[in-house]
């Protein structure tokens, strides 16, 4: 796992940072300027989502899943799993202390190539690897997390981020798509304005 050097300190800046820029841009519509030593430190290339949540329920995620500069992304996809998610209506002030925030830092996403489609549940492994499934215009990603919360195989998993991607079900099977993994390092509040732990899974 490239983790990129992330440590528990750094994941605790990530994700306290993630919620001062929602709590800025909700209560006064503004965008935060990160502090200059925080821009430093994550000045390096990297995918990542922000994930909000109440009492377990997923409250809005949006992210990145190519490398781009993470002290950027992290203000984009912190306002957008705030305000942009489609399937939620936008995060308001009352909200705001009752939502857990959650920042996954991703590796690049890397094509599973196989001769054979069957094949690929032996090439990922549920509580390591996100995937991202492409048909066409169609594309669907789900977090290493999602499979582990849901108790899923693998292919279950492969066969919800088709769905993700508003594909059939067993569109893994077809050589016409393309099944990508990546990993994640994830850093979470255990309760709102709580302790920020290193999830495992």
């Known amino acids: 796992m490239k983790d990129y050097d992330l440590t528990d300190e750094d994941g605790t800046v990530l994700v306290q940072t993630a919620r001062k820029i929602v709590t800025e841009y ?17 000045s390096f ?5 922000v994930t909000l ?7 809005g995620c949006i992210g990145y899943p190519m490398p781009r500069r993470l002290n950027n992304a992290l203000i984009d996809a912190a306002i957008a799993a705030a305000t942009e998610d ?9 909200e705001l202390d009752k939502i857990t925030f959650e920042v996954t830092v991703l590796t690049p996403p890397v094509e599973i190539k196989v001769d054979d489609p069957s094949k690929l549940t032996s090439c990922i492994k549920v509580g390591r690897d996100g995937l991202i499934v492409r048909q066409g215009f169609y594309s669907g990603l789900l977090l290493p997390q999602v499979p582990v919360e849901y108790g899923w195989t693998e292919e279950e998993f492969l066969s919800h981020t088709c769905q993700k991607a508003g594909l059939p079900s067993n569109c893994w099977k077809d050589k016409k798509t393309t ?4 990993e994640g390092v994830i850093f979470k509040e255990e309760v709102p304005n709580g302790k920020i732990i290193r999830e495992k899974l």
Do not use: C, Q
Request: glycine letters at 2%; proline letters at 5%.
């Open 26 to 42: 909700i209560t006064k519509h503004h965008r935060l300027e990160i502090e200059e030593k925080i821009k430093e430190k994550f």
């Open 179 to 182: 099944v990508s993994s990546f």
């Open 53 to 59: 949540s109440i009492s377990s329920e997923l409250r």
């Open 86 to 94: 489609p399937r939620f209506s936008p995060v308001t002030k009352n």
């Open 45 to 49: 290339d990297a995918g990542i989502f």
